[in-house]
């Protein structure tokens, strides 16, 4: 495997840890329920739904004006990162 591909697929195999974790988080504040429960699920979705549209838009534009699959995939798992550990931050805070 080329580094950059194994560049990559760190980057995706990292990005797939910290997702587990924001999962487990969120699956813990859905399970205790009331208004922060309904707030978060509501939040998770739009949050899923604004950020694939846009990556898409983004995306779209960067194949269009030449960039490579392989840039255009380490910036869609560098997004997806950043709003992942985003919400690790958000979730981790006690209150």
Do not use: C
Request: aromatic content about 6%; charged content about 20%; overall charge positive.
């Amino acid at each position: 495997m080329p580094q950059s591909q194994f560049g990559l697929f760190a980057d995706m195999t990292r990005l797939s840890f910290e997702a587990s974790f924001v999962i487990g988080l969120r699956m813990i504040k859905l399970a205790a329920g009331g208004q922060a429960a309904s707030a978060e699920a509501q939040r998770m979705v739009l949050e899923k739904i604004v950020t694939a549209n846009a990556l898409a838009v983004e995306n779209a534009w960067a194949l269009a004006t030449g960039k490579s699959l392989h840039s255009v995939g380490r910036h869609s798992v560098a997004k997806y990162r950043r709003a992942v550990k985003a919400n690790h931050r958000r979730l981790s805070r006690t209150k």
